[in-house]
């Protein structure tokens, strides 16, 4: 049994800042790439941030330069620092990682609660 649990979510005006946390727990042999995607209501969850077990990243467009991906392996936890935040970054944000299991041969895509993040004034 593998879980992700996520924190940090919550109400932030324009241009403020929020802290994305996951843990993952459970029967766990190894974790290959951690992520965050969102979801706003009435639109596709879509990919905001990637990072490899060993440390690349990728970003969608809209958040480079404003937000971070990083991970404590040793924690098995994802971060997203997401910094000069907009309106449109509103959303329920899901954590996701692909884990193998111990005696497994392949990795299995998990995904998190999902935590809501929204940007008003």
């Known amino acids: 049994q593998v879980q992700l649990v996520e924190s940090g979510g919550g109400l932030v005006q324009p241009g403020g800042s929020l802290r994305l946390s996951c843990a993952a727990s459970?029967?766990?042999?190894?974790?290959?790439?951690m992520g965050w995607y969102r979801q706003a209501p009435g639109k596709q969850r879509e990919l905001v941030a990637l990072i490899t077990s060993g440390g690349n990243t990728n970003y969608a467009d809209s958040v480079k330069g404003r937000f971070t991906i990083s991970r404590d392996n040793a924690k098995k936890t994802v971060y997203l620092q997401m910094n000069i935040l907009k309106p449109e970054d509103t959303a329920v944000y899901y954590c996701n990682a692909k884990i193998l299991g111990p005696g497994s041969n392949r990795y299995r895509d998990y995904w998190g609660q999902g935590t809501q993040v929204t940007v008003s004034s």
């Open positions: 459970g029967s766990i042999f190894s974790i290959d790439s």
